[in-house]
């Protein structure tokens, strides 16, 4: 017996980023990371995508939505569903991501005591702003900036 037919890529770029909530800028980024297979191309070079691309792309879209990043959406489309080793690999990058929410949150945390803390600092009846005048001293007490490309690795 031969094997089922597959349809054939039936929409455009415009159609895909439509139907899967993301840019088309975004569906030609997601190729050329390789989260998505490069499209077939219509005689006149459009870009043809299957209802396979639209359900990808909407997966992509719902990890990022999370904040995972490439990598870590990469790995969760490399799992199969049916495998029960990659239901412990997609545990683990799961577990690996919500370590990584979590330490987001206590930074995220900090840094609204340090604000509120901040806007405490002026009430709005003196002479001048202690806000400013706090920003400003803080500004002069920061070390010269790294580098550029050496600062810390970000998550996405």
Known sequence: MPPPLVPPPQYRIGDVARQAGVSAANIRYYEKEGLLTPAAREDNSYRLYS???VHRLRFIRLCRA???SLAEVRTLLELDWSRKADCEAARVALDEHLQ???SRLAELRS???DLLALRNRCDGTDAHCR???????RADAQPPAAPAGSAG???V
Do not use: Q
Request: charged share 40%; aromatic share 0%.
């Open 131 to 137: 806000i400013i005048e706090a920003l400003h001293e």
């Open 51 to 53: 209802a396979d691309d």
């Open 111 to 113: 840094l609204e005591a």
């Open 66 to 68: 999370m904040d995972m």
């Open 100 to 102: 990584h929410v979590r």
């Open 153 to 155: 690795k970000r998550h």
